[in-house]
Nanobody
Framework: QVQLVESGGGLVQPGGSLRLSCAASGSAVNIYYMGWYRQAPGKQRELVSS???????AYAESVKGRFTISRDNAKNTVYLQMNSLKPEDTAVYYCNIEAVVGGSAWGQGTQVTVSS
């Protein structure tokens, strides 16, 4: 069974930065997809950014130029560096992985609040 542990959320002022981390443990082997999603109150969960084992990266239009995704394969960890944060970035952020062994897993979510 795969477990994901997220960290790094919190309260930040507009224009500030946060770095989210998501570490996979357990039986995850050959993780080929790692992604960050977010869900704001009253809205559907949406993809923020993703990265594949081949290095293909995708970003939502709303975060391009401000967010950067990266991964450490040795640690089975994915990061999301979020800069120039805006109030509309406020949401619960979830990480998701897809692995050859272990299948799909979701993190528990971490709250990001951007407010003055």
């Amino acid at each position: 069974q795969v477990q994901l542990v997220e960290s790094g959320g919190g309260l930040v002022q507009p224009g500030g930065s946060l770095r989210l981390s998501c570490a996979a443990s357990g039986s995850a082997v050959n993780i080929y997809y790692m992604g960050w999603y977010r869900q704001a109150p009253g809205k559907q969960r949406e993809l923020v950014s993703s990265i594949t084992s081949g290095g293909r990266i995708a970003y939502a239009e709303s975060v391009k130029g401000r967010f950067t995704i990266s991964r450490d394969n040795a640690k089975n960890t994915v990061y999301l560096q979020m800069n120039s944060l805006k109030p509309e970035d406020t949401a619960v952020y979830y990480c998701n992985i897809e692995a050859v062994v272990g299948g799909s897993a979701w993190g528990q979510g971490t709250q990001v609040t951007v407010s003055s």
